[in-house]
């Protein structure tokens, strides 16, 4: 793939930026049965199709920005349920991506990895409930940083913490507002599916230890 060479590998690799949606979970569900569930409490309609993807690549208040913008009342009635609205009941709809464990063991065993998200309150219940803690030292959600993606400001918070600089790190996303993200922060970036915004994208997490130890990845 063209873009090897342009992403740190072996040594100079110091660590992997992992989005959560889209990446290590297939939680398209989850996430349009949550905000179907604010929606219903709102007395609105569930989201329609232009929301339901929407909802898996912006922040919960940017989607309300979007959805309900030109209402004050609405919009700020929409961020109170949905503040106190519980995430708890649809994590079971959180599918992880084939081999998650075992991937993420492999790729924590060459350099640090951290979690930048989209997500707000419900990064720690990620983490918690998964139990991703064995595999992260880092993660981070809009909540942690002034702006969400596609700012830079949830990368340039992970390299910070852990003190390495964007050359020695890479970001793994699934939409163009990740890739947004990686190239304001000045972090490589590696696409995942064909929604990424790359031009050059590997199929799934499955494929990311190969290209970062510059093995072959898979075909077909």
Not at 174 to 188: I, K, M, N, P
């Amino acid at each position: 793939m063209s873009f090897r060479a342009s992403i740190p590998t072996g040594n100079d690799l110091r660590l992997v930026i992992l989005d959560c949606d889209g990446v290590l979970f297939h939680s398209a569900s989850a996430n349009v049965a949550f905000y179907d569930s604010i929606l219903a409490e709102l007395g609105h309609l569930p989201l329609d199709a232009h929301g339901r993807e929407l909802c898996h690549r912006l922040s919960g208040p940017q989607l309300w920005d979007h959805l309900f913008g030109a209402d004050a009342v609405l919009h700020a009635r929409a961020k109170e349920v949905a503040a106190r609205h519980d995430y708890g009941p649809f994590y079971p709809l959180m599918e992880p991506v084939p081999e998650l464990e075992e991937t993420l063991a492999r790729l924590s065993a060459h350099c640090p990895l951290a979690l930048a998200t989209n997500r707000g309150r419900t990064v720690a219940g990620v983490i918690r409930h998964f139990g991703l803690d064995r595999f992260f030292s880092i993660w981070m959600g809009i909540l942690d940083v002034p702006r969400a993606k596609p700012a830079p400001d949830l990368l340039v918070a992970c390299l910070q913490r852990a003190e390495v600089p964007a050359d020695a790190a890479v970001f793994v996303g699934d939409t163009s507002v990740d890739y947004e993200a990686a190239t304001a922060a000045g972090v490589a970036f590696v696409g995942i599916g064909a929604n990424s915004g790359s031009a050059e994208s590997i199929r799934d997490l499955l494929d990311l230890p190969p290209l970062l130890e510059g093995s072959p990845v898979r075909t077909g």
